[in-house]
């Protein structure tokens, strides 16, 4: 039985930072891809970033790039976001998730375990 548990969400401030983790349990950690996404109050969930089995090849949403950073330590079965220079619209519910897909999948419907999300609240 696959399990995800994100930590790591809180409030900051504007421009401000914030490392979520997700430690996974169960099934093959090493050989899928991880992936993070986000929603907001009364929005869709959507897309933020993913990351090889390997940790060789990331994707990430237009919004986050050069601001967020996914990565991974097998070792440990744990996925990171860290993200720096966080704005107020980046407020959401954060979710890992875990995808048994080849490349590097970046729709929701494509990934088939979830975590329970960590609240990130980031105030102007």
């Known amino acids: 039985q696959v399990q995800l548990v994100e930590s790591g969400g809180g409030l900051v401030q504007a421009g401000g930072s914030l490392r979520l983790s997700c430690a996974a349990s169960g099934g093959t950690f090493s050989k899928n891809v991880m992936g993070w996404f986000r929603q907001a109050p009364g929005k869709e969930r959507e897309f933020v970033a993913a990351?090889?089995?390997?940790?060789?090849?990331?994707s990430y949403a237009d919004s986050v790039k050069g601001r967020f950073t996914i990565s991974r330590d097998n070792a440990k079965n744990t996925v990171y976001l860290q993200m720096n220079n966080l704005k107020p619209e980046n407020t959401a519910v954060y979710y890992c998730?875990?995808?048994?897909?080849?490349?590097?999948?970046?729709?929701?419907?494509?990934?088939?375990?979830w975590g329970q999300g960590t609240q990130v609240t980031v105030s102007s």
């Open positions: 990351i090889s089995w390997s940790g060789g090849i990331t």
């Open positions: 998730a875990r995808s048994s897909r080849f490349g590097i999948p970046r729709e929701v419907r494509e990934y088939e375990y």
